[in-house]
């Protein structure tokens, strides 16, 4: 089989993966059980908030997707996934909780009175009645379940992106809640999933949480939230009681990945697609050590990797640890460019600094900058970048180093 056979079937798609295909995961079955334990215990009524930390491309929306199905299959247990951009409001995220946990009541029951919002508060309690006729729900509760159904609608028009607080939010939610009692289906937990996804989308979702902690405290609510490792520094800072409403058993950190995680990935990408050959063919010996060393151990920079490198070898008839790095050249631009474009000024000066002159203590990046920041700043924002996997900070003798990552040190440099 030549390597051209194995492109058609893209064996190295990069997306995060779907509950059906959780099995490609390697080296997360710890993570895992202890996912599912967690959401067993919260569909007994014992909910506890969770989260799951790693840099970009370690693995984190897939666990999320993990998570959202496996949620599903526990009785009594409610969930509602909440994916947050620049521009997500106050209001929409209500909105969604509603339908969401609605639809959970009865499918479709969140969509069709989710379309009496749009209307305005103009609404009357009879149209809700209406809209509650041909459901499963019996006559005699119609009239009560609109009563309150009503009531929670007008509420959450009155959500409004300045003037909510956590209180509103949080009156809102209850009502919910008593809304599924009502309904005869009182959950024994409710599940928010919330995935902050990219950096740029970091301050809304600093927000949002803000907004919601009252939710985070209390039963049956939990939240289990997917972020870079500096997220528990981050919200610290805003709001102190966070950090405790997450035991660090939890808190679960996504490692990076060692040679034998790496050859197993690869065999399970190619198993699917082939026809003939075993084990990693077409990737010679080699091949996995080389990969681990240019992608430091991340299940995503590994997965283009390897796509690109099939892409080079296409008239081959095997892939060699030589043409991985080709390979790695040809991507390792946009990797670091993707990277860097998700910093903020302030970060993308130090690592600017740091392309030119690294490795450097705090003191000479300190030294370096142009902006009027203190020794403690930089030293905060140092951390930060390398807990979202941007440099590595080594010891030697009395001093700490700090030194770029492969990709973003290439893209930074062609910067300069
Ligand atoms: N442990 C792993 N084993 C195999 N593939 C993985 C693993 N973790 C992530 N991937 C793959 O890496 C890519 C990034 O995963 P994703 O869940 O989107 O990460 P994140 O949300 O942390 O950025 C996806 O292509 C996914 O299939
Ligand atoms: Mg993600």
């Given at each position: 089989m030549a390597v051209s056979d194995y492109l058609e079937a893209d064996p190295f798609n990069d997306m995060p993966l779907d509950a059906e295909d959780i099995d490609l995961l390697v080296n997360r079955a710890e993570v895992k059980a202890r996912l599912s334990a967690l959401l067993d215990s919260a569909g007994k009524g014992y909910p506890q908030n969770i989260s799951i930390l790693g840099e970009d491309g370690i693995g984190k929306t897939s666990l999320?997707?993990?998570a959202e199905a496996k949620a599903r299959l526990v009785p009594d247990l409610f969930t509602s996934r909440l994916d947050v951009t620049e521009r997500t409001e106050n209001r929409t995220v209500v909105r969604a909780l509603l339908s969401d946990l609605l639809n959970q009541i009865e499918l479709g029951l969140g969509n069709r009175l989710l379309g009496l919002l749009?209307?305005?508060?103009?609404?009357?309690?009879?149209?809700?009645?209406?809209?509650?006729?041909?459901?499963?729900?019996?006559t005699t509760r119609q009239l009560e379940l609109s009563d309150s159904l009503f009531q929670l609608f007008h509420l959450s028009h009155s959500v409004s992106e300045t003037r909510s607080s956590p209180e509103d939010l949080f009156q809102l939610l209850e009502m919910l809640k008593e809304t599924l009692t009502l309904m005869r289906r009182k959950p024994k937990a409710i599940l928010i999933l919330f995935d902050e996804g990219q950096y740029v989308a970091q301050s809304q979702s600093l927000h949002l949480l803000q907004q919601m902690r009252l939710l985070f405290q209390r039963r049956p609510y939990m939240l289990l939230v997917a972020g870079s490792a500096d997220l528990f520094a981050r919200?610290?800072?805003?709001?102190?009681?966070?950090?405790?409403?997450?035991?660090?058993?939890?808190?679960?950190?996504?490692?990076?990945?060692e040679d034998d995680h790496i050859?197993?990935?690869?065999?399970?990408?190619?198993?699917?697609?082939r026809?003939?050959?075993?084990?990693?063919?077409?990737?010679?010996?080699g091949c996995v050590e080389r990969l681990t060393a240019l992608s430091e151990g991340n299940p995503r920079y590994v997965i283009r990797i390897a796509s690109a490198s099939l892409h080079l070898g296409r008239d081959r008839q095997a892939?060699?640890?030589?043409?991985?790095?080709?390979?790695?050249?040809?991507?390792?631009?946009?990797?670091?460019?993707?990277?860097?474009?998700?910093?903020?000024?302030?970060?993308?000066?130090?690592?600017?600094?740091?392309?030119?002159?690294?490795?450097?203590?705090?003191?000479?990046?300190?030294?370096?900058l142009k902006s009027a920041v203190d020794l403690s700043t930089v030293s905060r924002r140092i951390a930060a970048l390398a807990d979202k996997g941007y440099l590595t900070i080594e010891t030697q003798g009395k001093q700490k180093l700090s030194r770029l990552r492969r990709a973003i040190y290439q893209y930074a440099k062609s910067l300069l």
């Open positions: 999320i997707n993990f749009s209307l305005g508060p103009e609404v009357t309690q009879r149209e809700f009645l209406k809209r509650l006729q041909g459901t499963q729900v019996t919200y610290a800072a805003v709001e102190p009681s966070f950090n405790n409403l997450f035991p660090e058993q939890n808190r679960l950190r996504l490692t990076a990945l050859r197993e990935l690869l065999t399970k990408r190619l198993a699917p697609v026809k003939k050959g075993k084990g990693i063919e077409p990737f010679q010996q892939i060699t640890p030589v043409m991985l790095e080709e390979a790695w050249r040809q991507i390792v631009q946009e990797i670091g460019r993707d990277r860097f474009d998700k910093l903020s000024d302030d970060e993308r000066e130090m690592i600017l600094i740091l392309a030119r002159y690294q490795p450097l203590n705090i003191s000479q990046i300190h030294v370096n």
